[in-house]
């Protein structure tokens, strides 16, 4: 199984601010016949079930504020919260759908607000 | 809008069996995929299998394989979910989520259900 290792455990970041969040993968999630890198993120606020934010690593799912941006290619891949707002408090995680049916999760990052 | 709506909370004692179901509704169900994702208390997210609409195509993770069964039923568009030989560390919040992909599975999970807590304790 491809291995999603996030970064940091936790986050404390001020209101308006930016929030970066890191997630690797143990090999490359990138695909060549496509040029695709198959990575997802999530966002679950407490007592929620989990909610798509974006897919192919940088696509924004319909919805989801411009406020949030996915970059990266291959191995290493960052989700962007820009203009932090109280309502972002949440875990994000990251998820890999390149190796397939074998679907593996990070071990998630907590959102707080300072 | 779409919607899964899962059934309610479970109590089961360990070596029973727990069954949970998932109604979806507001598409066409018989063009997407449907996967079963667990989490348990305080942890992360674990992928268990994904279902064809017509249940005639499973894929169960490793972990799981000879203990879980995944089926679908066209007639409600509900899509189910067994757990065999019941442990305490089965004691998770259990969601369906529907593939993201129309026609095939692009296994990304949009939109979730609300969740099903099922509790193994003696």
């Known amino acids: 199984d491809i291995v999603m290792t996030q970064s940091p455990d936790s986050l404390i970041v001020s209101l308006g601010e930016r929030a970066t969040i890191n997630c690797k993968s143990s090999?490359?999630?990138?695909?060549?016949?496509?040029?695709?890198?198959?990575l997802a993120w999530y966002q679950q606020k407490p007592g929620q079930p989990p909610k798509l934010l974006i897919y192919?690593?940088?696509t924004r799912e319909s919805g989801v504020p411009d406020r949030f941006s996915g970059s990266g290619s291959g191995t290493d891949f960052t989700l962007t919260i820009n203009s932090l707002l109280a309502e972002d408090v949440a875990v994000y995680y990251c998820?890999?759908?390149?190796?397939?049916?074998?679907?593996?999760f990070g071990q998630g990052t907590k959102l707080e607000i300072k | 809008q779409v919607q899964l709506v899962q059934s309610g909370a479970e109590v089961r004692k360990p070596g029973a069996s727990v069954k949970v179901s998932c109604k979806a509704s507001?598409?066409?169900?018989?063009?997407?995929?449907l996967h079963w994702v667990r989490q348990a208390p305080g942890q992360g997210l674990e992928w268990m299998g994904i279902?064809?609409?017509?249940?005639?195509?499973?894929y169960y993770a490793q972990k799981f394989q000879g203990r879980v069964t995944m089926t679908s039923d066209t007639s409600t568009a509900t899509i189910y979910m067994e757990l065999s030989s019941l442990r305490s560390e089965d004691t998770a919040v259990y969601y369906c989520?529907?593939?993201?992909?129309?026609?095939?599975?692009?296994?990304?999970?949009?939109?979730w259900g609300q969740g099903t807590l099922v509790t193994v304790s003696s």
């Open positions: 989520a529907r593939d993201g992909g129309r026609y095939q599975p692009h296994n990304w999970f949009d939109p």
């Open positions: 507001g598409y066409t169900f018989s063009n997407y995929y």
């Open positions: 279902v064809s609409p017509s249940g005639a195509n499973t």
């Open positions: 090999q490359s999630v990138l695909s060549s016949s496509n040029n695709k890198n198959y």
């Open positions: 192919w690593a940088s």
């Open positions: 998820q890999q759908y390149y190796s397939t049916p074998s679907l593996t």
